[in-house]
């Protein structure tokens, strides 16, 4: 995707459901409630679930993604989050 292209333009890159890691420590921006701004929310290799998909400034997703073992759902950008493969 090139700097200037909107990442609406394209389908989203995961799917609802879908099994996901965490590429990189994710603190609390002062968006998430409850917690204080700076606290970490999830670690880089936590695993959790596409719970829904949504939008940021009208130009890329918003996936949220729920961490079973934390109890709680993350929003996270594509460039934060990796498909996990499952072993069938």
Known sequence: MQPDELELNLPPVFEIGQKVRL?????NDGTFA????????????????????GTYL???YIYAVHFLEKGFVVGCRKRELEAVEENS
Do not use: F, H, T, W
């Open 23 to 27: 590429r990189k420590l994710i603190k």
């Open 34 to 53: 409850g917690k204080e701004v700076g606290e970490v929310l999830g670690n880089k290799g936590d695993i959790g679930y596409i719970a829904s998909i």
């Open 58 to 60: 009208q130009n890329s």
